[in-house]
């Protein structure tokens, strides 16, 4: 764990560690062991003191009095006080470490104190409104700690428990502190292993944050079968905005549990619920009561175990969530086939920005009926139909009229069996797309020797960073063309560049690209690698690069496997980063 030098030196002590007494004890012992203070100085003389707050509640009844009783309050004070929030901020005159705080003997540390040092130990630094102690190793008896702090952090808004495997079964001992934080709009407490019981102490807690707005349990596992728990203590009116519970194993039965709450979040709008393979069947459910949150903006539904009647009854939902901004049932391979049947109220999505349907087997059926659909979609700015094998030449009058999406900033197809048609139907449609930043046609062989199909498109793409042509069969030809476009100005924006698994490109071509590299001053990723069952010497313009390399100041990682580098080129490649000052990633 981190420490820094401000550790204070001198142990603080626990106001249970310390032996009970009266409270006029340490007044007395002070009036027996100090002489005046009147030498001191006059502003240290006008804090007042946490005694004098104490002497403050009495009436000792004799105004003539009142003038001698302060001055030899005054005259006992050893410490200064918070001139705000009373806090103690407690020091020791003499003491050879000035800038280590120190408490006064017979005082404890104050709530303000303790939190510092809680964070400190923790290695984060403090912020009384953003608890952040993500992947911190936190125990139980941290978690102890932790909830007898919240008294004194009222203003909080968020606490960030997330990647803390050792706290699950310890949630009880913090959610009976929320009351003291009723501001708690944020909690996160991803991969933290809850337990059933730390569901059931969560749902209990949900009273004490009606602010709640944002709630985080992914990934933790043993959720699943016990949603109940925590749906059945919800309240209508609830303010929650965000739900996400990816990868929690939910069943079909917790599915159920989450639709009969929909209509208690009205202001609902991110919903993540992927990689819950077994909510499918329940999907009829959810979809049926998703009309009782119709400020919906974001449905993520990834790898859901969603089947054809799911996608229908999706389908039907869509009608109420008219600022519906993203989609994302990708990876739910059954709902291939059943587009035909379900994109009725698709179309209607004017607001949707986003549609992520790969991997889901999409039939050439389905690409009839998406051609027809997927172009009305006029905000559309990613879409993602890769992995969709079947597609093929299918997919012509799609990509063709990919022109009418003029928002578009990501185009992935990649793995979609792409002819040559086909290809050439979305360089065509590419000219129309002049905010294009990301494009993927990995995995389409087509392409290998026809990218010049796409020069006008590239031309244009001013604003293109990443374009990924892995494993395309590209030649020669193709590395020259890229080369030329850089050298007439284009692609100046581009960051990231994937020509990996492309083994048929020569040394010729690979010498030409390198000497050219340079000019991508944006580059911060690039991947030559080879196929893995693959390995081929390098050949001399392995010099090139590296030279190249050098005249790149963004670049950050290089990937090389499966090149086979001599003694000497695996001495440059060893030295190149302490030679030039850098720390790129080079994976060999």
Not at 248 to 268: F, H, Q, R, Y
Request: with cysteine.
């Amino acid at each position: 764990m981190e420490k820094t030098g401000d550790i204070q030196s001198c142990q603080n002590k626990n106001e249970e560690d310390t032996p009970k007494s009266s409270p006029f004890d340490f007044v007395i012992k002070q009036f027996q062991g100090k002489k005046s203070t009147s030498g001191k100085n006059k502003e240290q003389q006008e804090q007042p003191s946490a005694i004098q707050k104490f002497f403050s509640g009495f009436d000792f009844g004799k105004s003539e009095g009142k003038e001698r009783h302060e001055t030899e309050e005054t005259e006992v004070n050893n410490c200064r006080a918070d001139d705000q929030s009373g806090k103690e901020n407690l020091s020791v005159e003499g003491n050879a470490d000035e800038s280590s705080p120190l408490i006064c003997e017979g005082e404890s540390p104050s709530g303000e104190q303790r939190f510092n040092q809680f964070m400190q130990k923790v290695g984060k630094k403090p912020n009384s409104k953003n608890l952040d102690l993500n992947n911190c190793a936190l125990n139980a008896a941290d978690v102890t700690e932790l909830a007898s702090l919240l008294p004194f952090l009222p203003e909080l808004e968020e606490i960030s428990l997330s990647w803390n495997g050792s706290i699950g079964g310890t949630l009880k001992t913090l959610t009976a502190q929320l009351h003291h934080v009723n501001l708690l709009k944020v909690l996160r407490l991803n991969n933290c292993r809850l337990s059933a019981e730390d569901v059931t102490s969560l749902g209990e807690a949900f009273e004490m944050v009606p602010q709640l707005e944002e709630l985080d349990l992914s990934w933790n596992s043993n959720i699943g079968g016990k949603l109940s728990l925590l749906t059945k203590k919800l309240r209508k009116g609830c303010k929650i905005k965000l739900l996400k519970i990816t990868d929690c194993n939910l069943t079909a039965k917790d599915g159920e549990s989450l639709a009969e709450i929909l209509n208690m979040v009205p202001n609902l709008e991110v919903l993540d619920l992927s990689i819950n393979k077994h909510i499918g069947c329940s999907m009829k459910f959810i979809a049926q009561d998703l009309k009782n949150v119709p400020g919906l903006k974001e449905l993520n539904l990834h790898m859901c175990g969603l089947k054809q009647d799911s996608l229908q009854g999706l389908d039907t939902a869509l009608q109420h969530l008219a600022v519906l901004r993203k989609l994302d049932i990708s990876c739910n391979k059954e709902i291939g086939g059943g587009f035909k049947d379900s994109t009725a109220h698709l179309a209607s999505l004017k607001n949707l920005e986003v549609l992520d349907l790969h991997q889901c087997c999409v039939t050439e059926e389905d690409m009839t009926v998406l051609s027809q659909v997927i172009p009305l979609l006029s905000s559309l700015q990613e879409l993602n139909l890769s992995s969709n094998k079947n597609i093929g030449v299918s997919s012509d009058p799609l990509l063709s009229r990919l022109r009418f999406l003029p928002r578009l900033k990501s185009v992935a197809i990649s793995n979609c069996g792409l002819g040559e048609e086909s290809f050439s139907s979305l360089a065509e449609a590419a000219l129309h797309l002049p905010e294009l930043e990301i494009l993927d046609l990995s995995w389409n062989k087509c392409v290998g020797g026809n990218l010049k199909l796409l020069l006008g498109a590239l031309k244009l793409a001013t604003e293109i960073q990443v374009l990924r042509l892995s494993s395309c069969n590209l030649v020669a030809e193709d590395l020259v063309l890229l080369t030329l476009l850089s050298h007439d100005g284009h692609l100046a924006r581009l960051q990231k560049l994937d020509l990996s698994y492309n083994n048929n490109i020569s040394d010729e071509g690979w010498m030409v690209f390198c000497q050219g590299l340079a000019v991508f001053k944006e580059l911060s990723e690039l991947d030559v690698s080879l196929r893995p069952s693959s390995c081929r010497a390098c050949g001399t313009w392995f010099s090139e690069l590296l030279a190249a390399v050098t005249k790149l100041p963004a670049l950050a990682e290089l990937g090389m496997q499966r090149w086979v580098l001599s003694e000497s080129q695996s001495k440059q490649l060893e030295s190149f980063n302490q030679d030039n000052k850098r720390n790129i990633r080079f994976d060999c």
